[in-house]
T-cell receptor
Framework: DAKTTQPPSMDCAEGRAANLPCNHS???????VYWYRQIHSQGPQYIIH?????ETNEMASLIITEDRKSSTLILPHATLRDTAVYYC?????????????WGAGTKLIIKP | GAVVSQHPSWVICKSGTSVKIECRSL??????MFWYRQFPKQSLMLMAT?????????EQGVEKDKFLINHASLTLSTLTVTSAHPEDSSFYIC????????????FGDGTRLSIL
């Protein structure tokens, strides 16, 4: 699985959009980009994933560059409850039994 | 949606005790489940892959005899920490992939294990 690089921490004002970057320059053609978050002392929560196209769901938007070497997770209107560690993971799709390799993630702090 | 239930959520016990943690897939079948360990302020580290009906696959450095994994059915995997010691104190998390390809893995809420 491709290695991902994320900034260790970020701040964002409540109500503003939080943009979390992720570099995955060695991603291969069959690897998807997944985003999870972990609120303190809880299990990881799935946010969104994509292969090539930009994706949007009720939680967030995922913007993937055309060369797929980087992506950005966008939380459109951050709330205090979005404070968590966000993990960007590149892993093979097409197989339900994939392992997820977890990096250090980005600690996002939403400030009132 | 698919849910993974993990039990217990918190356990405190004396050194030398064996502790069993259960991971259940509630509305889907999981032929594979993953077990992770997380120390404070660190990321998740994969310990082992649990396979229904066969032996688990352990990551390098994880003691098979220390962390016993049993995946007896398509909805239940258990992790038993045998003869636990204070250094085994950690946050243990399980996950299960959904059968359909490219679907997100679902995670349990984790088990906080404290060995006195």
């Amino acid at each position: 699985d491709a290695k991902t690089t994320q900034p260790p921490s970020m701040d964002c004002a409540e109500g503003r959009a939080a943009n979390l970057p992720c570099n995955h320059s060695t991603i291969s053609g069959n690897e998807y980009v997944y985003w999870y978050r972990q609120i303190h002392s809880q299990g990881p929560q799935y946010i969104i994933h994509g292969l090539k196209n930009n994706e949007t769901n009720e939680m967030a938007s995922l913007i993937i560059t055309e060369d797929r070497k980087s992506s950005t997770l966008i939380l459109p209107h951050a709330t205090l409850r979005d404070t968590a560690v966000y993990y960007c993971i590149a892993t093979r799709g097409g197989n339900s039994n994939y392992q997820l390799i977890w990096g250090a993630g980005t600690k996002l702090i939403i400030k009132p | 949606g698919a849910v993974v239930s993990q039990h217990p959520s918190w356990v405190i016990c004396k050194s030398g005790t064996s502790v069993k943690i259960e991971c259940r897939s509630l509305d889907f079948q999981a032929t594979t489940m993953f077990w992770y360990r997380q120390f404070p302020k660190q990321s998740l580290m994969l310990m082992a892959t649990s396979n229904e009906g066969s032996k688990a696959t352990y990551e390098q450095g994880v003691e098979k005899d220390k962390f016993l994994i049993n995946h007896a059915s398509l909805t239940l995997s258990t992790l038993t920490v045998t003869s636990a010691h204070p250094e085994d104190s950690s946050f243990y998390i399980c996950s299960a992939p959904v059968v359909l390809a490219n679907q997100p893995q679902h995670f349990g809420d984790g088990t906080r294990l404290s060995i006195l």
